[in-house]
């Protein structure tokens, strides 16, 4: 039986990369027989800033977009975390989107690929551990980080060729994957690149 698995594409603003590798992952992954890729792109939910009077660890959020969010999420076996570095963290879109809900997040496995010039987004990587472990959320030991570099992009800002530029990346991405279906708990997690 395959496992139902989110991608979560953490990023909302113009003209990011986020959704090309999202690309990549969802190409990478098409001929597993293990999983099911569901990709939930941030910027198409358009969660509104959480701004709940009880927060969601005492009461779930009852608008009628944090219920949406919630039914979505709690049909998830596993997720894969997609997300740039901004300012050595995670963007607010996917730290507001973690922090409407608690238990629908509780138990799951995920994975964490991350990306940014500097060093792969290893920083977005751990601060998004912490709030991952604070949630419940079980990553595993691998996770991968995409050092981006100027070259990789054309004057439009889109990929050359994404292939050839995250072609070190598909068998970390691989690994990373095994962990995540694994019917076991993964261990700590440490940024692989």
Same mark, same amino acid.
């Given at each position: 039986?395959? $496992?139902?698995? *989110?991608?979560?594409i ?8 986020? *959704?090309?590798?999202? +690309?990549? #992952? ?21 969660? &509104?800033?959480m701004? +709940?009077?009880? @927060? @969601? ?9 944090? !219920?949406?969010? +919630?039914? =979505? ?5 596993g997720?894969?975390?997609?997300? &740039? ?5 995670? &963007?607010?879109?996917? =730290? ?9 997040? $509780?138990? =799951? &496995?995920? #994975?964490?690929? +991350? ?6 987004? =290893? ?47 598909s ?6 994957? !095994? ?13 692989i690149?």
């Open positions: 039986m395959s $496992k139902n698995i *989110k991608l979560v953490g990023s909302t603003r113009q003209n990011r990369v986020g *959704k090309s590798i999202a +690309s990549w #992952i969802e190409d990478k992954l098409a001929n597993n027989s293990t999983i099911t890729l569901e990709t939930i792109d941030l910027k198409e939910e358009n969660l &509104p800033i701004d +709940s009077p009880i @927060p @969601p660890a005492y009461a779930a959020v009852d608008t009628e977009a944090a !219920k949406a969010w +919630s039914r =979505k999420i709690r049909t998830a076996d997720f894969i975390f997609l997300t &740039p570095e901004y300012n050595r963290s995670i &963007p607010a879109s996917l =730290k507001n989107a973690l922090d409407y809900l608690v238990t629908e997040w $509780k138990d =799951k &496995p995920a #994975i964490i690929v +991350s990306y940014g010039y500097i060093d792969g987004g =290893k920083n977005a990587t751990s601060h998004l551990q912490d709030v991952l472990d604070w949630l419940k959320v079980r990553h595993g030991k691998v996770s991968v980080a995409i050092k981006l570099q100027q070259d990789m992009f054309n004057e439009a800002g889109a990929f050359v060729d994404i292939d050839l530029s995250l072609s070190n990346y068998e970390d991405l691989m690994e990373a994957l !095994k962990q995540l279906t694994a019917d076991k708990e993964p261990e700590l997690s440490v940024a690149h």
